[in-house]
């Protein structure tokens, strides 16, 4: 096949694709977009490009144009390649993929859904003498891999003015050319740990910001991988440095003397074998082809495939996305934070894409909605947990995500992440202008500030975190049972009336105290207790995760739920992971999951579980959730995906129609 390229931008970076295209066997150049007309001309010009664009978008409207290359600065190509993918392109972004872990994310959603091929453009990847660097390691010809070094760097000449010493254009080191050394130490690990890549298990690093832009000059990672593999990676675009990559192994070592950009316009490049008391062995990787033409190519052998990512050595997603974790890990490391990450960034007022946030456009009519007396609107069955968000770049996507899926329902506390869970909420809501369209739950007096007067003063911290002024749902994050049930009643009876909550319930309450605290609102006749928010699941809850912690699976609590159609709200919906493949019973990897969930009577739900998921062709999870789904009482389940992928899969479940047989069978009562 002959795949019709389309280069978005006119840079130098854009220039040295466009050639090699031109010297790929797969590949022609199609069309050209720039901002005007006169960069556009001049550059289809001189690489005899006919069809010429003055806007990005033009370009991506063009029948003619089958894949597109992203050739513009960092901070756009989260934009760009979203809606590459959108037009129904094909994408070679250049790198880095994303500004950041969930710009990456965000990006390889779109091309997920849009069902088009993405990868991210290290091109050295694609060069034959990568893979023939992994074929060494492989072999077991240094013996076991120890230590990586790993450096691209150099020296630019100071320019304040320049985008790479610009902070809010994502400038300096790290970003530009700090990924190369990134992402080989994670491929060499990888190949020596049998896998397409490995991710650092600890990221340290030291660098020098500049004092006026803020952009990192140069800077210096270490990295630990599994195994005891380490690596020391370098940096910099103001530093000249030795732009090579040596790996030791117990048997020796490999050198790479020219390891980002070999044989630019073909020829032969050279990997340097010392085996411990051996001569110096000189492996040779030649090759006619441009190595962008090389890169070119080997997207368009993918797309001629069907295939909607590449293969290792080639940048896979999840290989992209485990880069960006790790850049984001090593700019965390020295304090290098870009302005458009900040809180207050106007770039995080629009979505990742620039289009606006559409309520429900990913639903498809999936998302499921049910009400509950008092807060006056429809609510997704599902509630987003958010205190799995470690800033509001990633939160921004992450919600955003949630939204368009047709969730509206999010659920914070005071104590979570120390109060950002609730900032970075309430930031959102704001920058967004959706605050009529979510509903709030949020949370607090939580042990020991477990008292009416500690309840009012965290309310109140709550609602300016927020930034509301009120909340749909509010509940008590634990109950004390020294302090007389109908105080608590009576609290939150006065932020009722002040209009600051519409609606309160109970999270980690007995039965009997719930009761207790309606009777004693019915009596007084004020507003009780509308909903409860404890632990159910499909697995039985074996030991409580936290202190205090209560489950309503009992089937004395199921009983009651389903008389009194009091509405839960679940937390640990899915058991914390039980149900993923990986956890078995000589599963080890986190002590919670067992002290929390293994017991017999518990795998045999999982399997039964797993016998059902194959029957509807979906994962084990999906099952566990939509047993919770499927109760003979109102449930709204908290999910608290880390990343796009868990919510994608999270959903799954309301594809999953259970009948009453169903649930009772995995619950082990037929």
Known sequence: MTLKWGILGTGSIAKHFAAGVQHSHKGVLAAVGSRSHESADKFGDQFGIERRHDSYEALLADPEVEAVYIAVPHTLHAEWSIKAAEAGKHVLCEKPLGLNTAEAMAIIEAARENDVFLMEAYMYRCHPQTQQLLDLISSGVIGNVKLINATFSFQMGYNENHRLMANDLGG???????????????????????????????????????????????????????????????????????????????????TVTSPWVPSRHGGTTDIVVQRNGGPRELHEVHTEDWIYGIEADAVATAVEEGQHEAASPAMSWADSLGNAQTLDRWRSAIGLVYEREKPGSHALKQTTSHRPLVYGRKAQGKMRFGEIHGVQKSMSRLILGVDNQPNIAYASVIFDDFFERGGNMFDTAFIYMGGMSEQLLGQWIENRGVRDQVVILDKGAHTPFCTPKDLDKQFTTSLERLRTDYVDMYAMHRDNPEVPVGEFIDVMNVHVRAGRMKIFGGSNWTMERFIAANDYALRTGQQGMSFLSNNFSLARMIEPPWAGCMSASTPEFRSWLTQS??????????????????????????????????????????????????????????????????????????????????????????????????????????
């Open 172 to 254: 300096g080191g790290i970003l530009d050319v700090g990924g190369y050394p990134v992402s080989i130490a994670r491929l060499i690990a990888g190949a020596q740990l049998g896998k397409p890549f490995a991710n650092p298990i600890k990221v340290t690093g030291n660098g020098r910001l500049n004092p006026n832009t803020g952009a990192d000059e140069y800077a210096i990672a270490s990295l630990e991988f599994e195994g005891g593999i380490l690596a020391q990676l370098a940096t910099g675009v103001l530093l000249n440095q030795q732009n090579v990559v040596t790996i030791y192994g117990d048997k020796g070592n490999i």
């Open 565 to 670: 159609q009091t509405p839960l709200l679940p937390w640990s919906s899915q058991a914390r992971g039980f149900f993923l493949p990986h956890v078995t019973s000589e599963f080890t990897g986190d002590p919670e999951v067992a002290r929390c969930w293994f017991a017999d009577d518990n795998f045999e739900r999982k399997r039964r579980a797993t016998e059902l998921a194959e029957k509807h062709s979906v994962e084990v999870i999906n099952i566990a959730l939509a047993y919770v789904l499927a109760q003979p009482f109102p449930t709204f389940p908290l999910i608290g995906p880390r990343n796009i992928a868990e919510t994608r899969s999270s959903m799954r479940a309301l594809d999953v129609e259970l009948s009453p047989e169903d649930v009772r069978w995995l619950n082990l009562e037929s």
